[in-house]
């Protein structure tokens, strides 16, 4: 019943607001997080989600592909990096938003994406990537005031992104097409589908991440079924959540078991933080240097 009601809340607050609800320390009475031994935090430098003078800039564009899954026209934001240039090839991140969001919230809510990477190419810390942000949501109403209630749908996505999105995107954009240039990584929600669909279809990606993944995150054991296969062809599966996120449990037990088998994973512990876009903002900053580069 407390369950119950806290969801019902948090589907007003997200209606209400359209933004990812506040998710206190301790909301999930009976999710322990696993003890585990955190990566160590490193801040990112001053400035690394401010405009910069100076510096060339991306370009996002919001694209529109027919979905063979959901039966419509759906929407991605597309980002394009400084001088993107079509006789090059590019890897592509594909970056999810969480319960609250849709093709939108990791422009407009707070995440400053193309900030974040056109100061990541000015500094050359990155491999050439287009980042695409869809919608999860893969439903004919696939709008932010399903809330709570198209969970579902978040789980729905993978036919979606797998069957209809990457072809488009590889049709459309001139970017390589094997696993070892696709990443997938996203917050709560998102971070979820990512762990759950990146590592379930590791023939597609080899780059994983999760940003305090929400409970969608499958249980570990489903997550890995053969500890070997994903050694082998996992490149990097990496985590961070923030310290006072009641959702820490999701990672906490995936990152306890990882390290209980020997396959490589990060979860990194921000300091303080809660359910919001300071940790999301670190996630894109660290995920995006990590990609593409081995
Ligand atoms: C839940 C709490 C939070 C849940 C999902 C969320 C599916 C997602 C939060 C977000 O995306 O910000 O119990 O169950």
């Given at each position: 019943m407390k369950k119950l009601l806290f969801t019902a809340a948090l589907v007003l607050a997200t209606a209400a607001n359209a933004q990812e609800p506040n998710i206190p320390m301790g909301m999930f009475g009976g999710q322990q997080n696993t003890n585990v031994n955190f990566d160590p935090y490193v801040a990112a430098p001053q400035g690394f989600d401010k405009e910069r003078a100076g510096i060339e800039k991306g370009t996002v564009k919001l694209i529109e592909y027919q979905s063979e899954s959901v039966g419509t026209t759906r929407k991605a934001n597309v980002y394009l990096p400084p001088k993107y240039d079509a006789k090059k090839k590019y890897s592509v991140l594909y970056l999810l938003h969480g319960i609250g969001g849709d093709e939108w919230e990791w422009m407009n809510d707070g995440g400053v994406p193309n900030i974040i990477m056109d100061n990541l190419y000015a500094d050359k810390k990155v491999a050439d990537m287009i980042v695409v942000m869809p919608n999860g949501r893969a439903a004919k109403n696939d709008s932010r005031s399903g809330g709570m209630g198209s969970a579902a749908a978040f789980g729905e996505f993978d036919k979606d992104l797998i069957g209809s999105l990457i072809p488009y995107i590889e049709k459309n954009f001139s970017v390589y097409t094997d696993k070892d240039h696709r990443a997938i990584a996203g917050l709560s929600m998102g971070g979820g589908q990512s762990l759950n669909f990146g590592l379930g279809n590791m023939d597609k990606f080899a780059y994983v991440g999760g940003f305090s993944s929400a409970p969608n995150t499958a249980q570990p054991q489903q997550l890995i079924p053969d500890v070997e296969k994903t050694k082998k062809e996992n490149k990097l599966l990496w985590m961070v959540c923030g310290s006072?996120?009641?959702?820490?449990f999701n990672s906490s037990r995936l990152k306890a078991f990882c390290d209980e088998k020997g396959v490589p994973c990060t979860l990194i512990q921000y300091p303080g933080e809660g359910h919001n876009f300071v940790v999301w903002k670190y996630g894109l900053y660290n995920f995006a240097q990590l990609i593409f580069k081995k």
């Open positions: 006072a996120d009641g959702l820490m």
